[in-house]
């Protein structure tokens, strides 16, 4: 079985500042790895997904992450806030082996921009 | 790109009656379909899984009796909460996966308010 784990649940940072989302997983097959981002009363969009090949992921928005499988982590960065970056950030985990995408997601991490 | 849609987007309905939610892969076929409930403030957690053609697999804890999933065609799949109670009133998401891109697509959401 997958889980995740968010370590942060409320990320408070100013604007154009850098900030990072932590994400660790744990797993004893291979996994995809997903970062989602929420609005409020809103559905979720993806910001990026680590599937193979290279560990640093660029996504939307400015956001990338690094697959860290000796850490087994996946933790999101970007290097200057803004404040419409203010939501509800998810990291979830996909089993390889099976088809469909059977997801399971980390408690989220609610990152607040400030001016 | 690829688009997966939720009817209703929001419903409100008195305790007891049933409630249909349907979601649709829309350009697309999806031989799975994933069910999502999210509290406020809180995490999607998986219910279970929708197989185009045979029984849904629910996670555990989740009452199959009480929450039918239906996937009788490979672009739709629907959730049937049967004699809700306010307990049920949740946010609840439907993903389905493109085989053939390998993406997994996020259905904008459905609101349920049980009085």
């Known amino acids: 079985a997958q889980s995740v784990t968010q370590l942060d649940s409320q990320v408070p940072v100013f604007e154009e500042a850098p900030v990072e989302l932590r994400c660790n997983y744990s797993s004893s097959v291979s996994v995809y790895l997903f970062w989602y981002v929420q609005y409020p009363n809103q559905g979720l969009q993806l910001l990026l997904k680590y599937l193979s090949g290279s560990t640093l992921v660029k996504g939307i928005n400015g956001f990338e992450a690094e697959f860290n499988k000796s850490q087994t982590s996946f933790h999101l960065r970007k290097p200057s806030v803004h404040i419409s970056d203010t939501a509800e950030y998810f990291c979830a985990v996909s089993d390889r082996r099976t088809g469909g995408f059977k997801t399971i997601f980390g408690a989220g991490t609610r990152l607040f921009v400030k001016a | 790109g690829a688009v997966v849609s939720q009817h209703p987007s929001r419903v409100i309905c008195k305790s007891g009656t049933s409630v249909k939610i349907e979601c649709r892969s829309l350009?697309?076929?999806?031989?799975?379909m994933f069910w999502y409930r999210q509290f406020p403030k809180q995490s999607l957690m998986l219910m279970a899984t929708?197989?185009?053609?045979?029984?849904?697999?629910?996670e555990q804890g989740v009452e199959k009796d009480k929450f039918l999933i239906n996937h009788a065609s490979l672009t739709l799949s629907t959730l049937t909460v049967t004699s809700a109670h306010p307990e049920d009133s949740s946010f609840y998401i439907c993903?389905?996966?493109?085989?053939?891109?390998?993406?997994?697509?996020f259905g904008p959401g459905t609101r349920l308010t049980v009085l």
């Open positions: 350009d697309f076929q999806a031989t799975t």
């Open positions: 993903s389905a996966s493109d085989s053939s891109t390998d993406t997994q697509y």
């Open positions: 929708s197989n185009e053609g045979s029984k849904a697999t629910y």
